[in-house]
């Protein structure tokens, strides 16, 4: 290969590890069905005929081409397909389980927690212990399967990246749901990743802008001239560059700390939304969603960012926007009249199908002389005592009167990660 000094970066053993059809697979055996041959598709809210598939089962995938993202109303009427909705709390505890069977081999800084279904471990201090990095991910799929009934499929690399694409590319695919890409390998496993929005990292949009360029594979944006994408595609055009030939610097334990911490709140609607007062009405209650938290940390946001996505794409996409507060707020009323003055601003009728709100610049609260701001004493007044009824008696206790109308919080109260949490 000889364009790459391979000796400069980290040869570690690295496994990345997701659980197949994570959702579906955890309500399959909960029924005692085996998570590979189930019909199951686990959707948001079964009362919605436009509910979206969060997971469906590997059958219902390969035979359906049900996925998610799909709504409930493509799946065939007559069919074996088992649809049910969501536990998210089962799924949390299912996920400390299976965290837990992680740490029988890692220790906790060589963890790390991808998503609720997938995780990256450095198994390069274990490695004595417990023998070759193949025999462990052997051993930890064969307990998750024995103590949980679930399957697990296993990339390895010799850093994250290269477990992460020998996961996606190969390990997912088949039986034995294993596989391991090294540095020595690159030509024949990540060169050959196709299309190139199959290759972890690269959007949509950037694979219009390299085919513009004239890069058509992996190959040739490995061969490409790193110094042209830099300047073409800036920072991304270099880790592009660098990731297809396999590289990756980062080491597990030795994460980085945030450099900018936000909260944030999205909200994907089961329905179009045309009237203006409820998604005025569902903006205002994702912002107080958003500034109850700021309180509870008592820290404030000296920004915030609306974002609108619109279901009819012929309009356009939607927008996004980035609103500076006077002076840090974490005032419910403060901060939803600022994104209300922006949404009026810009929308112009689209069908909204999803609302953003993000807090971003967060400053501790502080100690402030509120009686110098007019009105800012009653507003904090009103929050904590909205905040305190919440905690002590369920969010239900007190809401918004276009709650009722064509609000989404009453319906969102008890859901856990926005979607149904409870037991059964």
């Not at 500076?324 to 929308?347: C, G, M, Y």
Request: glycine fraction near 8%; charged fraction near 25%.
């Amino acid at each position: 290969m000889g364009l790459v000094d391979f000796s400069r970066f980290p040869r570690r053993s690295v496994l990345c590890i997701d659980v197949k059809s994570f959702f579906a697979s955890v309500e399959a055996v909960r029924r005692g069905l085996d998570p590979l041959e189930a019909y199951i598709a686990v959707v948001s809210d079964l009362r919605r005929t436009g509910a979206i598939i969060l997971a469906s089962s590997p059958r219902v995938k390969s035979e359906y081409n049900i996925k998610t993202g799909n709504r409930i109303f493509e799946i065939p009427k007559r069919s074996p397909i088992m649809v049910v909705e969501p536990n998210m709390a089962l799924y949390i505890n299912v996920n400390q389980v299976i965290q837990n069977i992680f740490r029988r081999f890692v220790a906790d800084e060589d963890l790390h927690v991808y998503s609720i279904d997938e995780s990256i471990l450095d198994v390069t201090a274990s490695l004595n212990l417990f023998g070759p990095a193949e025999a462990i991910a052997q051993a930890i799929l064969k307990m998750v399967k024995d103590e949980l009934g679930l399957i697990v499929t296993i990339g390895i690399g010799d850093n994250p990246l290269l477990a992460k694409l020998a996961l996606d590319n190969e390990a997912k695919k088949r039986p034995p749901w294993i596989a391991k890409w090294t540095y020595e390998i690159i030509p024949e496993t990540v060169w050959k990743i196709q299309p190139l929005t199959a290759f972890w990292g690269i959007s949509r949009g950037y694979d219009n802008k390299l085919k513009r360029m004239g890069i058509y594979t992996i190959e040739g944006l490995a061969h490409a001239n790193p110094v042209y994408l830099q300047k073409t595609l800036g920072v991304m055009g270099l880790q592009l560059y660098y990731h297809a030939w396999g590289l990756d610097a980062s080491i597990i334990s030795q994460k980085e700390r945030s450099k900018s911490k936000s909260y944030s709140k999205n909200q994907i609607l089961m329905r179009d939304y045309d009237v203006k007062a409820e998604i005025l009405m569902i903006i205002k209650e994702m912002v107080g969603d958003v500034c109850t938290r700021l309180r509870k940390h008592q820290e404030k946001c000296q920004e915030v960012h609306l974002g609108i996505g619109y279901s009819d794409r012929n309009f356009k996409l939607g927008f996004t926007a980035r609103i500076k507060l006077v002076r840090p707020e974490h005032s419910t009323d403060v901060i939803s009249e600022a994104a209300r003055q922006e949404f009026i601003k810009r929308w112009q009728g689209e069908p909204v199908r999803s609302v953003n709100i993000t807090a971003g610049k967060i400053v501790s609260q502080g100690q402030e002389q509120l009686e110098l701001f007019e009105g800012e004493e009653k507003k904090h007044a009103i929050d904590t005592v909205v905040d305190d009824l919440r905690k002590r008696f369920g969010k239900k206790t007190i809401f918004y009167a276009g709650s009722m109308a064509g609000g989404t919080f009453l319906e969102r109260a008890d859901y856990v990660g926005g979607h149904k949490g409870k037991s059964e």
